[in-house]
């Protein structure tokens, strides 16, 4: 019986699940079961398996099932305790199964594991767990895009794990159940999991060497609007799923004032597609948040490029003069280069003229300025970062600074007292040599006189002289101590002169 089943789902990834079943075959975990789910494919990628991997368990889905229901036939079909769901362009570490493995067998209670991410280019960092932002519930990864230096390399519990790479416990899946099939086509089925299994007591743990290289949004494409609304309808179902009437009240406040801030359209026009298309679901399921979730629904899309002026406005002849007055706001933050644009001098063929105009014009109003309105935007997010890191800058190196001219202080008094000090030291050398010289002295007295009076002196001065010699001993050591401690040596007593 396999240790491990993983569950590689694809959807039109001819160009990467090659590189993901290779990875998978030269896995160091040999009990390893592979299963490859099609969502009903059109570039031939079901095709491309069944030639290349005959042996493999290959589930043909006769529609798009998307993300949670296709990895449910597949975990349907699995037979190992642990489970690995995989999106068709992860490619893993040889020991990836393995050190995934061993994190279930070192808590019985761990319900899911999560992987270390990374970019193609293996240096900046995909994944390090996730968590939302409330009261938005934006999904976040730890670590999302910055280089893997090590400050995510410790293992941690986490809100939830991507579904790129998730390891799950059979037995926590069939107490919490399945991946919910509603979130289709994908994005927050996997948030929803997590959020059950932590419900019912399993842990949900990042472990970092668990590692992978992932390419990311290779099906929807990334920032298209048909991505938009695959996430957003996503995240208004879960946030519909696990909020109550205080917790929805507040979100909805918080998403329309978001809403206008946004600055690509086709996240605008995506998310009023959602609010409209899931408020029947509302409606039915949670009535009582409709008062709230009204505000969305009067939210405007924007005007889409499609949406065009009427004929009478395109052809007035001061169009281009109202674009041109229209610049003047982007000229006193940009340097325009090259000459001005100047409406064309009356010729005859008005009627093309005006046409080549409203041509112009159309290209200006839905290309050039939307790039230019974003660009002005990016520039001032880059010039607010090197503010923010400039004036970092100058903190550091101004705690910097004082962190030297301190301790050039404390070698300056250590020097100082350990200068005092050295005529101590020299005195107490001194005493030592003398005291040594007495005690030959009583030894040769002792040689030649043996009544018992001259013994019981002698004892006497002996035991005198092992106190003094132990107490000029002592202050010795705690001399040579003082003057090499971080600048604590000071002068002995007075009290303590021989």
């Known amino acids: ?10 959807w039109n990834g001819a160009a990467f699940v090659g590189p993901c079943l290779a990875a998978l075959r030269v896995q160091t975990l ?3 079961e592979i ?3 099609d969502n ?6 079901a095709e491309l398996v069944a030639r290349s991997h005959p042996d493999l368990p290959l589930i043909r889905n006769e529609r798009n099932l998307g993300f949670a229901g296709g990895m449910n036939r597949g975990i349907a079909q699995a037979s190992a305790p642990l489970l690995v769901l995989l999106n068709q362009d992860v490619v893993l570490e040889p020991d990836a199964l393995a050190q995934l493995a061993a994190a279930f067998a070192e808590d019985a209670r761990v319900g899911a594991v999560g992987a270390k991410l990374l970019f193609p280019d293996r240096l900046r960092l995909q994944h390090a767990g996730g968590y939302l932002e409330w009261p938005l519930a934006l999904g976040q990864h730890y670590g999302h895009g910055t280089f893997d230096l090590g400050q995510f390399d410790q293992p941690r519990e986490v809100e939830y794990v991507t579904g790129a790479v998730m390891g799950l416990r059979r037995t926590a899946l069939e107490e919490v159940g399945l991946l919910d099939e509603r979130f289709w086509p994908g994005y927050f089925e996997e948030v929803d999991l997590c959020h059950r299994l932590r419900a019912a007591g399993w842990r949900v743990v990042y472990r970092p060497e668990v590692r992978a290289i992932h390419h990311e949004s290779t099906t ?8 938009y609304v695959a996430y957003h309808r996503g995240r208004l179902r879960y946030v519909l799923k696990h909020s109550d009437e205080r917790a929805f009240r507040t979100f909805a406040a918080a998403e329309a004032a978001r809403f206008p801030t946004l600055a690509s359209w086709r996240e605008q026009r995506a998310l009023t597609t959602v609010y409209r298309e899931l408020s029947s679901e509302v409606a039915r399921e949670r009535p009582t948040l409709l008062p709230y979730y009204r505000q969305l629904l009067r939210l405007e899309p924007p005007r889409s490029p499609q949406r065009l002026p009427g004929l009478r406005r395109l052809f007035h002849p001061a169009r281009a003069r109202d674009f041109q007055q229209g610049l003047d706001p982007l000229r006193q933050g940009w340097r325009v280069v090259g000459p001005p644009i100047v409406p064309p001098e009356r010729r005859p063929l008005p009627l093309l003229l005006g046409l080549l105009r409203t041509a112009s014009w159309l ?4 290309s050039f300025l939307p790039v230019l309105e974003q660009q002005d935007r990016y520039n001032q997010a880059v010039l607010a970062t090197f503010e923010r890191w400039a004036s970092e800058y100058e903190v ?3 705690r910097l600074t004082h962190l030297i001219r301190t301790l050039e202080s404390a070698l300056e008094g250590v020097d100082e007292r350990a200068q005092r000090l050295e005529p101590r030291v020299d005195l107490l050398e001194l005493d030592l040599v003398a005291l040594e010289t007495a005690l030959g002295e009583l030894v040769v007295r002792s040689q030649n006189d043996f009544t018992d009076e001259a013994i019981a002196a002698i004892d006497r001065d002996l035991t005198r002289l092992r106190r003094e010699v132990a107490l000029v001993q002592a202050r010795l050591a705690r001399a040579e101590q003082a003057s090499q401690v971080n600048g604590r040596a000071g002068e002995l007593p007075a009290s303590e002169a021989v």
Do not use: F
């Open 1 to 10: 019986m396999p240790t491990v089943s993983a569950i590689v789902l694809c």
């Open 35 to 37: 299963i490859v789910v």
């Open 363 to 366: 290209v200006i109003r839905w």
């Open 220 to 227: 929807l494409g990334r920032l298209s609007e048909q991505y």
């Open 40 to 45: 009903a494919s059109t570039d031939g990628t």
């Open 396 to 398: 550091l190196l101004e």
């Open 30 to 32: 040999r009990e390893c």
